[in-house]
């Protein structure tokens, strides 16, 4: 017989030497921060005046924006993708993808202000707050999902499977 030869007694409930176990911490599904903005309350903001351009279509992206308060518009040519209002966040691929540029153009329908987001902070942001991970995946999922809608040829039907 090898290995530990100490023997392992059961303990009776309070007997000496006994130790206490650590509760067992359970994760919730929840997220604790459902408001991006209440991770951002301490960061400075961009202000903007309407009508002003937060970037263009082609320009090189260097942050993302959460929106504290306002309206932009997220267009590209002559189509409108989405007005996004407070705590909805604009330029998110630029940090997702590193693409050389911009894929529409953002401006303010109203007075905003902006919490920018740089390269840096969008990576604590992830590392500390998982949360602010899922939101940025669940905007882009959102907005590929109306892309598909608005570019389907028809309507989604059952098909039958592809065969060779």
């Given at each position: 017989m090898s290995g530990d030869h100490r023997t392992l007694r059961p303990r009776r409930p309070g007997a000496p030497g006994r130790r206490r176990r650590a509760p067992v911490q359970t994760t919730s599904v929840a997220p604790k921060n459902p408001d991006v903005l209440t991770l951002l309350a301490d960061e400075p903001h961009v202000a903007m005046q309407s009508g002003q351009v937060l970037f263009a279509e082609g320009d090189p992206p260097k942050s993302?924006?959460?929106?504290?308060?306002?309206?932009?518009?997220?267009?590209?040519?002559?189509?409108?993708?989405?007005?996004?209002?407070?705590?909805?966040?604009?330029g998110e691929m630029a940090?997702?993808?590193?693409?050389?540029?911009?894929?529409?153009?953002?401006?303010?329908?109203?007075?905003?202000e902006l919490?920018?987001?740089?390269?840096?902070?969008?990576?604590?942001?992830?590392?500390?707050?998982?949360?602010?991970?899922?939101?940025?995946?669940?905007?882009?999922?959102?907005?590929l999902r109306s892309m598909d809608l608005r570019y389907r040829p028809g309507p989604l039907i059952a098909r039958e499977p592809f065969e060779p």
């Open positions: 993302m924006y959460v929106v504290k308060s306002g309206t932009l518009r997220i267009r590209s040519g002559g189509v409108v993708y989405e007005d996004v209002e407070r705590g909805g966040i604009v940090l997702v993808e590193h693409y050389p540029a911009r894929s529409a153009t953002v401006y303010a329908m109203t007075d905003s919490v920018a987001i740089d390269e840096a902070r969008f990576l604590a942001l992830i590392a500390e707050t998982p949360y602010f991970a899922l939101r940025v995946m669940q905007t882009l999922s959102r907005r």
